[in-house]
């Protein structure tokens, strides 16, 4: 059965897409930007950071989240309310975060400024989320957002060392804001609060991955990324998947 497809336009431009695609990835096929944060490729859509708001039917609405499923949609991604909204996001990112270059890049784009009086704690988190989604594709779930209000944070269960920390480094390498702190010396690694052991390629010896992930995956002894990228390469060219030219 073929897959059913909805018209209608993004900033006057006309399109037709399959059912149900949001608005943010629709607005990429027109090559029209709407900023995001929490957003990411890699994690399913949770519509936390409000910044990719976009006026649909006179309402705001997070465009990573709004699916369009009726023809004649009409969306607008740069109307002075969308902007506006955006930069009262921005202010509030740059009030957790003033150091970010991402939340300084697109607070001078919004013209944004950090709020003189705010509850919020400067502490680079925006609580974006991605680091806990991340953990739990990881399916080890060792962070997640506690607290409410200006009081929510990231963090281990009780604020200990988290028993199901695998060391892999998802949410640190995640973070838009880069304000998941570890320390990486090629042999070990720490990070909330935890040390870990890395294994040794068995190729080059260079190490990427610690025990815990090797255990947790079932890997005995993983190639790093770049010895990995040429098995891969080596294996498509053995079976002919590769032309040379």
């Not at 509030?92 to 991402?102: E, I, N, S, Y």
């Not at 010896?205 to 080596?234: M, N, S, V």
Request: with cysteine.
């Amino acid at each position: 059965m073929p897959e059913r497809a909805v018209k209608g336009a993004i900033n006057g431009m006309e399109l037709e897409v399959p059912f149900g695609t949001t608005v943010l990835k629709a607005a990429e096929i027109l090559g029209i930007r709407i900023p995001t944060l929490c957003h990411h490729e890699g994690l399913p859509p949770w519509g936390g950071c409000r910044l990719c708001l976009s006026e649909i039917k006179g309402s705001l609405a997070a465009s990573c989240m709004y699916p369009l499923r009726e023809d004649g949609f009409a969306v607008f991604t740069d109307t002075l309310r969308a902007r506006e909204a955006r930069s009262f996001v921005l202010s509030l990112f740059l009030t957790r975060a003033p150091k970010a270059p991402l939340i300084r890049k697109l607070a001078a784009e919004y013209g944004a400024e950090p709020f003189a009086r705010s509850p919020l704690e400067a502490d680079g988190c925006l609580r974006c989320g991605r680091c806990v989604r991340a953990c739990q594709i990881q399916a080890s779930e060792a962070v997640s957002l506690a607290g409410r209000g200006s009081e929510r944070r990231v963090s281990p269960p009780f604020g200990k060392p988290p028993e199901n920390c695998l060391g892999c480094l998802a949410c640190a390498l995640i973070c838009p804001a880069g304000c998941v702190p570890f320390k990486d010396d090629g042999v070990k690694r720490r990070i909330w609060e935890k040390d870990f052991e890395l294994a040794p390629c068995p190729v080059c010896g260079k190490r990427t991955h610690t025990y815990e992930q090797l255990k947790f995956f079932g890997a005995d002894k993983p190639l790093c990324p770049q010895c990995q990228g040429r098995a891969t390469a080596e294996a498509l060219k053995a079976n002919e998947f590769v032309t040379e030219f």
